[in-house]
Every structure is written in structure tokens, then in C-alpha cells.
């Protein structure tokens, strides 16, 4: 089981190219904790904090031959099968760069979900993330909307539930000689861990992470519906005239006693 899944449902590849110069930034939840009822959606927000002490800015540009990157990526994963089926990648340089993105990742870890985006007590679904920031300046806060946890089945048992793992990745792709046929042209892509809430979201239930690295919610125990109130009210009234009915009996005994 991967460790970690990615919203944009790219395919799983090695990252062997030299890592590219970003700009210094932090990732936070913009709502740590709080407290929701059973049957609540939850969403998940980020914020994606950029050192105002950041020498480098990230700008892309599309128009330009190298995405307006100033230290582009040398070289990027070209990912293929073997015979045995056995996915592979191999190292090649870039002979032309096509778009580069933010790519949000959910970290399978924490008490929300069992198994990663899908599980009980909840589903994981992604938001828009960071896909479509185009540009990191010195100093900006960018709120981004990781996703929402959605109860897997109906009312969530009361409780604290907790996770850590949500973070970014900056990819690039491109086109770079085919490694193993010469002058034929092959999809390659540059991946690189830009940040994280949690430097140890892996460590599942027993993770330090904390405060503004860990996002928690606790659930409250149901409330019961109107009709329940209802019917709890009558059956009060039907049981309280035998109960005093007893009350009055018991008194009786106790007198001729």
C-alpha cells in the first residue's frame, strides 16, 4: 500500500532528476481543530505559507520555452512497463519543457480514514489544491482547498479523530529522447516534494505532530430527532400514574405497618 496518494491521480514514478531551486515555504491547516456532529462533512483547508525572507520566487509561464522557471529541471522519470508488467523508470534529460504544476497529496495516516482515501469511518475526496497557483512570491499566504472527509457509512461514532499528512509536490513535464529507441520522443516528468503539514505524517496514530501540523475533529454523540424527544415525552407520561400509583400503595403498607 503507497504511503501517500496524489489528487491529480498521476502515475506513481521515480524522481531522479536533480532537485530544481524553489522558494522556502511552510503548509499549515487553516483549521487545526473543532468539533462537528455525526453525520457532518468535513472540509480541509491549507495554508500555503511562503518565506518573506525567500530569496527565490516560483512564476510559471507558459509562453516561455522554459515555463518561465528559473532553474528549470535538468532531466526527468520516464516511466514504462517491463516485460513481466513491472513498472520502471529511467533517468533522461529534457529536450523540451510542456506545463509544470502544484500537485496536492494525501498521506495515508491518521485515525479519518483505514487504507487512504477510502475507509471508515471516512472517504477522502480531493479539492482544487494548488493546481492552480501559478505563481509563489516572498511573503504571500495562499488558502487552498485540500478536500473534505465524508462519513463512509451513515452516522460516525463519537470521538476524537485525527490526521497529518496532506502536502504539495512542484512537477514538471516535458519531452526527452527515448531512452531505447534513438530519436523517438517520450513523455517525462520532474517531481519534487515541495512541502508538507508534517515532516513525520507516516508515523499513522503515534505521530508527534501537532497544533497547526495535525488537523482533528471531534465528534459529538447524536442528538436524538424530535420524534425520539416525542416518544420519550409519552412514555413519561403513560409510566408516571403507575409509578405513583405504586408510590401511593408502598405508603399504604408502610402505615399499616
Known amino acids: ?31 487545526p481543530d473543532g468539533v462537528v456532529g455525526p453525520t457532518d462533512e468535513i472540509p480541509v483547508q491549507l495554508l500555503l505559507s511562503v518565506d518573506p525572507d525567500a530569496t527565490e520566487s516560483l512564476v510559471l509561464d507558459f509562453d516561455s520555452p522554459t515555463l518561465g522557471l528559473l532553474d528549470p529541471p535538468l532531466s526527468g522519470t520516464y516511466s514504462y512497463q517491463d516485460a513481466e508488467g513491472v ?52 511573503g504571500d499566504v495562499y488558502l487552498l482547498d485540500f478536500g473534505v472527509f465524508k462519513p463512509a457509512h451513515g452516522a460516525v461514532p463519537a470521538g476524537t479523530y485525527v490526521f497529518h499528512g496532506a502536502g504539495l509536490d512542484f512537477s514538471v513535464y516535458g519531452q526527452g529522447e527515448d531512452p531505447f ?29 501537532t497544533g497547526a501540523a495535525a488537523f482533528s475533529r471531534t465528534v459529538m454523540a447524536p442528538v436524538p430527532e424530535p420524534g425520539a424527544w416525542a416518544l420519550m415525552a409519552a412514555g413519561l407520561l403513560v409510566a408516571l400514574p403507575s409509578w405513583r400509583a405504586q408510590q401511593r400503595r408502598a405508603r399504604k403498607r408502610h402505615e399499616l405497618v
Open 181 to 209: 529507441n534513438p530519436g523517438e520522443m517520450v513523455s517525462i516528468e520532474f517531481r519534487q516534494v515541495l512541502t508538507s503539514t508534517c515532516s513525520d505524517w507516516w508515523a499513522g496514530t503515534d505521530s508527534v505532530c
Open 87 to 138: 513498472w520502471q523508470g529511467v533517468e533522461v534529460p529534457f529536450v523540451s519543457y510542456e506545463y509544470a504544476y502544484l500537485s496536492n497529496w494525501f498521506g495515508c495516516a491518521g485515525t479519518f480514514t483505514n487504507g487512504c482515501t477510502n475507509g471508515t469511518p471516512y472517504t477522502f475526496s480531493f479539492g482544487d489544491g494548488a493546481a492552480n497557483v501559478t505563481s509563489l512570491a516572498p
Open 1 to 31: 500500500m503507497s504511503l501517500k496518494t496524489w489528487g491529480t491521480g498521476a502515475v506513481l514514478s521515480l524522481v531522479l532528476g536533480v532537485a530544481h531551486a524553489l522558494p522556502a515555504v511552510s503548509l499549515s491547516f487553516a483549521q
